[in-house]
């Protein structure tokens, strides 16, 4: 089956940084790679995904990098914010087929310093 | 995104109980899943739902322990049978949206067992 690596496992950073969150995989196979961002006592929240036909996907202050021939993929967050602090968690699954199973990562615990 | 609801929201059960939790969906889905998040830890799939036959247990979980109804498209429980310290959990209930692999989670049920 899937195993996702994540590190690192905290992170601290100071506001306006940027934080990176980096995460290996096993099975080649697989195809889509989400990040959801859990704040405390929260659901988790789906904040940005790629697909293995593209290398690399932003949506305002996140993007996130895929290199499929190194089975790893990266959470870039920039100009951090408070706000910004919660546990982010990567996954990736082998969709179609109907199969939608998401083998998460262990997660990175992220605080940013005002 | 589809709205999830989750009941109970938090419990605390007494050692050898059973607590059943209820996840209602706001769309017909095909499949739903349940995961498990242990204190501080990461998620894990339990199983999946599908309507109209058994569930799909991931290794380690078993259906004596973790029984599963799926009685139509918007609705799934999920029992967890002669509870000890061990289940204290997050479990959480997710859907993918439409026909995608992308995945949005309920709110979690918060369970304590003393």
């Known amino acids: 089956g899937e195993n996702v690596e994540q590190h690192p496992s905290t992170l601290s950073v100071q506001e306006g940084d940027s934080a990176v969150i980096k995460c290996t995989y096993s099975d080649s196979a697989s195809n889509y790679f989400p990040w959801y961002k859990q704040e405390l006592g929260k659901r988790p929240q789906l904040i940005i995904d790629i697909r293995s036909n593209v290398g690399e996907k932003k949506d305002q202050r996140i993007a996130v990098t895929l290199n499929k021939t190194a089975k790893h993929f990266s959470l870039h967050i920039t100009e951090t914010q408070p706000e910004d602090s919660a546990v982010y968690f990567c996954?990736?699954?082998?969709?179609?087929?109907?199969?939608?199973?998401?083998?998460f990562g262990k997660g990175t615990k992220l605080s940013v310093i005002p | 995104s589809a709205v999830i609801s989750q009941k109970p929201s938090r419990d605390i059960c007494q050692r050898g109980t059973s607590l059943t939790i209820q996840c209602q969906v706001d769309?017909?889905?095909?499949?739903m899943f349940w995961y498990r998040q242990q204190p501080g830890q990461s998620l894990t799939l339990i199983a999946t739902a599908n309507q109209g036959s058994e569930a799909t247990y991931e290794s380690g979980f078993v259906i004596d322990k973790f029984p599963i109804s799926r009685p139509n498209l918007t609705f799934s429980t999920l029992t967890v049978s002669n509870m000890s310290p061990e289940d204290s959990s997050i479990y959480l209930c997710?859907?993918?949206?439409?026909?995608?692999?992308?995945?949005?989670f309920g709110p979690g049920t918060r369970l304590t067992v003393l």
């Open positions: 997710s859907v993918p949206h439409g026909h995608t692999d992308t995945q949005y």
């Open positions: 769309s017909q889905v095909t499949m």
């Open positions: 996954a990736a699954t082998r969709s179609g087929a109907g199969s939608y199973q998401l083998t």
